[in-house]
């Protein structure tokens, strides 16, 4: 088809607006920064997300395009600019070139001038290579693959590459050595039996399309970025579904995605960006590592060490095969079958990929199993996200910066876990099963709404655990207290943990927003944690645990507070009012766990007031007598680190 002026104008349009989408979120503010020193500082107003109106452009002249047709073990072109030899096609000059039929045993090589760009429509094409990339581009300045609408392409390799000294480094079924873009409203099929699915050594865009990828190894790979802007991605992946690895430049090694509709399941990373990964919109439906059932940390602490044995998933290549890992390292074929601490009874072979979860400069060789994952920040706006995963759901080396989005997720590690800094200011974020929540050296929230279900902590700053091995699968230690915060100043927050609700190595600050916090049952834990100071200044929150460990705000708040401990302890989904002396409800929250000491402070609080606490069949009042009221005497005698009053 011959593109016409309105299309062309559309695929401006279009680019336009994808421009301005990408740069709109917000990345961390000055306030908020401070990170370690070994993480890369690029944020996401470093990159360059924008996607050109040529990655989106689907038109051609059908009368100046060279025709190439695969059918009984040859190749018929119709045109200038390619060769065919058998099934192998050698595409050697710049233009437009349409693919179709079928080849058992052939090739597309693309090897033309270094500033030729090269147009191949994929107009109902399937191509099966026995020893090589079905399409390889080893020199050209930029191709293009136009899915031609309502058309079914398939690309399919062997287990084995027989290859010679200038394609040693072919590893992936699409192969790119060049800038490659992938649009259309076709469907593409990537049967990747040997390694990757689609590689790009220079950026990957992809625009349009529905693509379906099964590796043995990786999915997608763009050397120096991968952006997306949409299309319906179908993705089971050996290893990681898509990547950036370039570490040489922080402009580099990104993953920005502005739309599209997204289905991985793999055995490590959903999606790795060696420096920002970039989420504006999109749905995402993701599971890493056989899920949060196959959990990479047990409940009490422990690491599951059968968890990387544990990951059929669906990945390992087309025919089941057991994957190498992204070196191509690792044995194929059916792997023995291995006891579960689960009994899922699931038995594909993991082999160990290599990863830098660590702030120090060492790399540690891991199997990383992560959804959202980027070296120095995950930076999400918005879409739809719902995730299953066995370590991390999202995980970031240095900051995450949450600006918009609906993100559910059960982890089998941390929901969310940042080196650096974790900042929340608005969207839904449900984490329905985690070992530590949230998890950041400077934990700010200042909107949103946030739900945390955890076997430990639920936000916990500084990493680590008060009750967890240290050598767990994806933890990560942080050694020093120096800059450890946490701070809400609004949104509202709604904790379930078994270890303590909010944790803070260094200090706890509280502004604004809505806590509720439904703490430990036993006495080792507090609903309230802090090693510096905790301060409130406003905002409303109502924290039930055990007693033993609890503490309340310190007398260096400016906003009343309470911390008192029952009698006896209240059994689980017993209301819990606090009224006053007119009767009037002034707080009110119903833990799903047996309690017995709460914190409780509101704007509405004050001085000289008495106030009625009504638990189930308890009833006690308390007077308040200065800035911190308190009857108990658990860790630091209740009163926090800002000391005690009673009454």
């Not at 739809?384 to 370590?391: L, N």
């Not at 409303?540 to 033993?548: H, M, Q, S, Y």
Request: hydrophobic residues 30%; contains cysteine.
């Amino acid at each position: 088809m011959k593109i016409s002026d309105t299309k062309k104008l559309a695929a401006i349009t279009a680019a336009f607006f994808i421009t301005v989408t990408a740069f709109s979120g917000c990345s961390e503010s000055a306030n908020s920064s401070q990170t370690t020193s070994s993480v890369s500082q690029a944020a996401k107003s470093d990159i360059d997300a924008s996607i050109a109106a040529e990655d989106i452009d689907v038109g051609y002249d059908e009368e100046s395009s060279v025709g190439i047709r695969f059918a009984d073990g040859s190749a018929a072109i119709d045109g200038e600019g390619a060769t065919a030899e058998g099934e192998t096609v050698t595409i050697s000059q710049a233009g437009t070139y349409i693919l179709s039929g079928t080849a058992t045993n052939g090739r597309i090589i693309v090897s033309a001038d270094k500033t030729a760009e090269i147009k191949l429509i994929f107009n109902g094409v399937d191509i099966t290579c026995a020893d090589n990339a079905p399409l390889l581009v080893s020199k050209a300045k930029k191709v293009y693959i136009v899915l031609e609408d309502g058309t079914e392409n398939v690309l399919t390799d062997s287990a084995s590459y027989s290859l010679g000294e200038d394609d040693s480094n072919t590893d992936g079924a699409i192969f790119s050595k060049a800038d490659l873009t992938i649009n259309g409203s076709g469907t593409l099929t990537v049967n990747a039996n040997y390694k990757h699915g689609i590689v790009s050594k220079d950026d990957l865009v992809i625009t349009d399309g529905n693509i379906n990828v099964t590796s043995a190894s990786t999915a997608m790979e763009g050397k120096d970025s991968v952006k997306i802007s949409g299309g319906t991605f179908n993705i089971s992946a050996g290893t990681n579904g898509i990547k950036s690895t370039n570490t040489e430049a922080s402009d580099k090694g990104f993953i920005s995605v502005t739309g599209g509709s997204f289905t991985v399941v793999a055995n490590n990373d959903a999606f790795e960006a060696e420096t920002v990964l970039s989420i504006q919109d999109g749905s995402f439906d993701i599971t890493t590592g056989g899920g949060s059932a196959n959990a990479s940390m047990k409940s009490d602490g422990t690491p599951n060490r059968n968890w990387q044995n544990n990951m059929d998933n669906g990945g390992g290549g087309p025919n089941g095969m057991g994957r190498p890992d992204d070196n191509g390292n690792g044995t194929r074929g059916d792997p023995p079958a291995m006891p579960t601490a689960d009994n899922t009874g699931l038995t594909i072979e993991t082999a160990a990929n290599t990863t830098t979860d660590n702030t120090d400069t060492t790399d540690s060789t891991s199997t990383s199993a992560k959804a959202l994952k980027a070296g120095s920040e995950v930076n999400i706006n918005g879409g739809e996200f719902k995730i299953d995963s066995a370590d991390d759901s999202v995980h970031s080396n240095g900051n995450i910066v949450i600006t918009g989005g609906n993100i559910s997720v059960a982890s089998g590690d941390n929901g969310m876990h940042a080196n650096g800094n974790l900042t929340i200011s608005d969207g839904t974020v449900d984490i329905t099963k985690s070992y530590e929540g949230i998890e950041g050296s400077i934990v700010t929230i200042d909107g949103g709404t946030i739900s945390v279900v955890s076997s430990d902590d639920g936000i916990n700053c500084a990493g680590g655990s008060d009750t967890g091995s240290t050598d767990r699968m994806g933890a990560d230690q942080f050694s020093s207290q120096d800059g450890v915060e946490l701070n809400i100043n609004g949104g509202t927050v709604t904790i379930d943990a078994d270890g303590d609700g909010l944790d803070s190595n260094g200090n706890f600050t509280m502004a604004g927003g809505t806590v509720y916090v439904c703490g430990p049952t036993n006495g080792g834990n507090g609903a309230l944690d802090y090693n510096g100071t905790a301060t409130v200044t406003g905002g409303t929150l109502i924290a039930c645990g055990a007693v033993g460990m609890e503490e309340g705000f310190g007398d260096n708040s400016t906003q009343y507070s309470v911390l008192h401990d029952l009698g006896s302890t209240v059994s689980a989904n017993e209301k819990l009012t606090i009224t006053d002396s007119d009767g009037k409800e002034i707080l009110s929250f119903t833990p799903t766990k047996t309690w017995q000491s709460v914190v409780f402070t509101s704007a509405d609080l004050k001085e000289g007031e008495t106030y009625t606490i009504t638990a189930g069949s308890q009833t006690e009042t308390v007077t308040i007598d200065g800035i911190v009221t308190s009857n108990s005497k658990g860790k630091n005698f209740g009163g926090g680190h800002g000391g005690r009053r009673g009454f």
